[in-house]
């Protein structure tokens, strides 16, 4: 189970409603002409299972799926929803297919019970894409468990306004083989207000561009005794005081070329008990922080866990902190591996001095592999 952790008119809705049934292909366009301009749409339900059969179904409008949808062909359907567009019940995918994907240009909010497909894709899974193709808001209105065996793909190509992922604080659970992605194509994307709960909790971005990023905000990742959490080949930041990883597990922040985790400022990341954090880069050529602060409210906060660096990838790798702040609550054990060290501030300017602070009763267990170079002022 993965995780893989990379509106130019004005509408206004019109308060009658239309409630549908239908069950075969959709063509549904509730777009009208305004008499004081731009367009109005109408509030439309489909309270029955909608099957999309051709890469030319589409539903333009304030559109509200109540019991799901049905794919019938992998080209991608058009789902082009108003402000309160919602997307409910079952993603269901027809015999033979290995996924289907989803347009979404505007705002949509996901209410989805299940997830059900013939296990033909890659790895087994069922999988459902959904691709953002204007700077829009996904919502989700409920926990939402992925049914073994499916992939559920969010990605973010809608520009430089940005893809938000509102979890509105509700849950991701995943259960055994299912997964839950989010990819970063164009622009910004940011998860926020969302607890992800699995056995990996694995977050990639894909060819983020250089105004391109995943961010967290109050976000919770949370892992077990055996689980393990990668932040690999994205550029993210964490934003915002309530962002959590672990309760068990790894939380690997293995750095490559492609890499970058940051810690905004007035931001922190919270490294939950039992939890080991590996730091390490990858390749002896990358020599950027494996996590950059911005400055000093920019806080690592760990409790009780374990924090290991370097790794056989690159023996006698040090790993720099600067700028930011750590906090050491209950026993917290530095270890090295492979001659790995963390090495805290530079010893040269006063700028890049890192604050380490010690809460009362607490220790820093440093085993090997840590050295303090912080220039006095």
């Known amino acids: 189970m993965r995780i893989k952790i990379n509106v130019y008119l004005v509408f206004f809705i019109v308060a009658s409603s239309v409630v549908h049934k239908m069950q075969s292909s959709i063509n549904i366009d509730t777009r009208q002409e305004s008499n004081v301009g731009g367009q109005v749409f109408r509030s439309f339900v489909l309270d029955s299972l909608q099957t999309f059969s051709s890469s030319f179904d589409y ?30 019940g079952a993603l269901i995918l027809g015999q033979g297919l290995t996924e289907a994907n989803f347009n979404v240009f505007n705002d949509l909010t996901l209410s989805i019970t299940s997830f059900n497909g013939p296990n033909l894709g890659p790895f087994g899974l069922n999988t459902f894409n959904f691709r ?38 509700y849950k991701i659970v995943l259960t055994s083989g299912s997964a839950f992605s989010v990819v970063q194509l164009s622009g910004p994307f940011t998860i926020k207000n969302c607890r992800i709960e699995g056995i990996t909790a694995s ?4 060819g983020s561009t250089n105004n391109g990023f995943i961010g967290f905000m109050n976000v919770q990742l949370i892992t077990n005794a055996g689980q393990t959490i990668e932040l690999a080949d994205t550029k993210c930041r964490f934003f915002g005081q309530h962002n959590v990883i672990g309760y068990g597990g790894i939380a690997d922040f293995s750095q490559n070329e492609r890499t970058s985790i940051t810690i905004a400022t007035e931001s922190q990341l919270y490294i939950a008990p039992d939890t080991t954090l590996v730091l390490n880069h990858v390749s002896s050529f990358n020599k950027a922080p494996v996590i950059a602060f ?29 700028h930011g ?52 002022i």
């Open 59 to 88: 539903a333009y409008g304030d559109v509200e799926f109540r019991a799901g949808i049905k794919a019938m062909t992998n080209d991608s359907r058009t789902l082009s929803l108003g402000i309160t567009g919602l997307l409910g």
């Open 132 to 169: 953002s193709q204007n700077p829009c808001t996904f919502f989700l209105d409920n926990d939402l468990t992925m049914s073994q065996d499916a992939l559920l793909r969010i990605f973010a190509q809608g520009g430089l306004g940005g893809t938000i992922f509102d979890g509105r604080n």
């Open 203 to 206: 977050t990639y971005g894909a």
């Open 294 to 322: 911005v400055d000093t409210t920019s806080v690592l906060f760990l409790d009780n866990c374990n924090i290991q660096v370097g790794g056989p990838e690159n023996p006698n790798n040090q790993i720099p902190f600067i």
């Open 325 to 376: 702040t750590m906090i050491i609550n209950g026993n917290v054990t530095l270890t090295a591996r492979d001659g790995g060290i963390l090495r805290l501030g530079d010893g040269l300017d006063p700028a890049n001095n890192f604050n380490v602070v010690i809460l009362p009763g607490s220790k820093l267990i440093v085993a090997d592999g840590a050295t303090l170079l912080n220039k006095n």
